[in-house]
């Protein structure tokens, strides 16, 4: 469904899902030189279209810098910001135009629609639902640290990874037992028939914009520019 | 079919545990009872509450011995996702209970797993937002709501099955006194529709008009059991043997302190014409003004969003004050030189821990030698010296709570700020934080509190700093009984609003609303 609600124009939430599906898959296939740049330049109208355009700057503004830092460094530091940084600044776009455009209940629809087994169903929207607090936990540790006196600064990327992933992977695990036995209480494991609040409906222009996206995706994939 | 949940000499022990979580347990609970579960944290409580809402055995795996049988189900058979259709959960945590981003597609939750209708669905999902008074509620960011805000919508959520009974795990745990309010509101309306209410609580205040009888759980045994007036009734000396929160609020009495004043002049702190906004032209503080010595314990009062943590996040130097000044030792401090000063705890423990050990949290980033008698020291006094080697996250909430508590103490910041450092806890370990807060006073350090635990306010508190729409209203001494009644009439204004006097069903009228 093509919903036109107050933040204006959005794609069904299965053409934003494969935008990161297809950005996943190709971020680390493409060789061209400028295969971040077009990549980039895919997830970032897609993001207009979808009328998410405080996203797109952000992103954009972003990628400028990084792309910058890819051009001022060199060696192992150069081919980590060029192979990692700068694609993953593309996936982490569509990711975030995808959740922003529609709510995780409008997803799950949607893919229940598609006919996806409740076994895969149910993950991805656990998996929906903490990439939401991702951002927001991340920010909690870090006045954490700031408290604590804790600074990253002298310390290894190694340490500093260390640092944020254990308390959020940590917080996530704890999280996901909670809303999983909330969940089961709530009746997730029923077999039966599920129903939706939520109505989508994938219309003509979901289907261009699926068959386009695919096309320029396949061009990028086939030329190698 | 049966209405009742029946348990008869019915033990359990969680998969990889010791010790039963339960032992002998025989308990009839009749269709409409309000039944309130007490007792001290890890006394079985909210394991009761598992093996009625089915979580027990397939979720949380383990042995049982004995009968349970929940609505002429044998508790084998009595698997969450059927239980759920007539039994209806609420969690401690309202924030990792929800399953969905948006409060109308969490109330529908439960009605598209079991398959509602959809037109059916949205008349029910209307009917629960409006049974709970919460239809300016609809639509919103869960992560924009307030704790208070998300427990409602939990229950919203709750009602939309229709379900005979509710089972609730520290519903208040999270609530300041007016959210706990509106809470017992919403009970009183479930209770006068019917329905069996079978909670498990520290705090007993808000239930005491409420519950029909209260179980007082040790050691994974019920050992006693109370009317309410018996409860409302119990000696000081008995309810703290007990380890139980006061009954009643209006109980809860200042205890003076010979040691009170102990002040310390080396240690000044001043907060000047002190504004703060998180977004632009919309300021949460508007010039707030304060100062103290060291060896003060501070309260910050003041109704919900009136920007008590937002002044703690200010003055520690987390979020940046766009106008006015803050001096520590008469010298002008920000950013990181206040966070060199002071140190806040934050409510949400699991963000402020970082290694693998509660040992290594404590002394991480600093010379270990110089700290370990400090450490165990306060490890000891924390309770938690049997689990230092442990992982922090593989404590118990109340456990990971003193964790912090103890980094604040530890820290040779001279300045505490703690927000809601009793959330949730019982008798017994608030009054372990109550105890470090007065020694890290007696130090001659400032210590803020943002707290609503009225009764660990009362163990703590020397000064009062009363805000209102980000401005200081009031700002006063307290050492006597007189003074912390001000305070305590204060939080209590919450409970003047008139109790409800018609039922759900017939037309969901409360007048205090």
Known sequence: MVSKKKNGFQFDPRVNLLTVVLTASLMFILQ??????????????????????????????????????????????????????????????????????????????????????????????????????????????????????????????VMIYELYLVPVIMRMVKTAGNLSAAAETRGISWKGEKTSYEQVRFRVVDAAAAVILTGIYTFLFITQL | MQKNIYFNQFSFKYEGQKNHSLSDITLNIQEGEFLVLCGESGCGKSTITRCVNGLIPEFYEGKYMGEGIIHGRNIEENAPEIAGQKISSIFQDSRSQFFTLNSTNEVAFSCENYGIERKDMVHRVEKAFSEIKIEDLKGRSVFQLSSGERQKVAFAASVTLKPEVYVLDEPSANLDITSIIQLKKILKKLKNQGSTIIIAEHRLFYLIDLADRFLYMKEGKITAQYLPDEMKHMKAEELYKKMLRAPSLEQIQYIPNDSKRHENQQLNFRVEGVWAEYNKNVPVLRGINFESNGGETWCLIGHNGCGKTTLGMTVTGLLKHKQGAIYINRKKCAGKSLLKKVF??????????????????????????????????????????????????????????????????????????????????????????????????????????????????????????????????????????????????????????????????????????
């Open chain 2, 344 to 513: 806040f705890v934050m409510q949400e423990a699991e963000h402020q821990m970082y290694t693998d050990s509660v040992y290594k949290e404590l002394v991480f980033g600093k010379s270990e030698e110089s700290l370990h008698n400090k450490a165990e020291y306060i490890l000891k006094k924390l309770g938690l010296y049997e689990v230092k080697d442990n992982h922090p996250f593989a404590l118990s909430g109340g456990q990971m709570q003193r964790v912090t508590i103890a980094l604040a103490y530890i820290s040779d910041k001279p300045i505490v700020i703690l927000d809601e450092p009793t959330s949730g806890l019982d008798y017994k370990n608030m009054n372990l934080i109550a105890d470090v807060v007065e020694e890290m006073r007696h130090q001659g350090k400032i210590v803020i509190l943002i707290s609503h635990d009225l009764e660990f306010i009362a163990r703590t508190v020397t000064r009062c700093l009363q805000i209102d729409g980000g401005k200081v209203k009031d700002s006063f001494h307290v050492s006597t009984h007189d003074d912390f009644n001000y305070i305590k009439d204060y939080m209590l204004s919450a409970l003047s609003e008139s109790p409800v006097t018609k039922t759900m069903n017939g037309g969901a009228e409360s007048d205090g609303e």
């Open chain 1, 32 to 157: 061209g030189e400028y295969a971040s740049v077009y990549l980039f330049v895919v997830v970032i109208s897609m993001a207009a279209l979808n009328c998410k355009i405080k996203i797109g700057i952000k992103y954009t503004v972003i990628f400028i810098f990084v792309y910058g830092l890819s051009l001022i460094t060199r060696g192992a530091l150069q081919v980590l910001i060029k192979a990692f940084v700068l694609r993953g600044v593309s996936l982490g776009a569509a990711v975030t135009v995808m959740i922003h455009s529609a709510d995780t209940s409008k997803i799950i629809v949607s893919l229940r629609q598609m006919k996806l087994p409740e076994q895969l169903l149910i993950p991805f929207s656990v998996m929906l639902r903490f990439f939401s607090t991702l951002i927001q936990d991340i920010k909690l540790i870090r006045f954490g640290m700031k408290t604590r006196g804790i600074s990253l600064i002298g310390k290894s990327p």
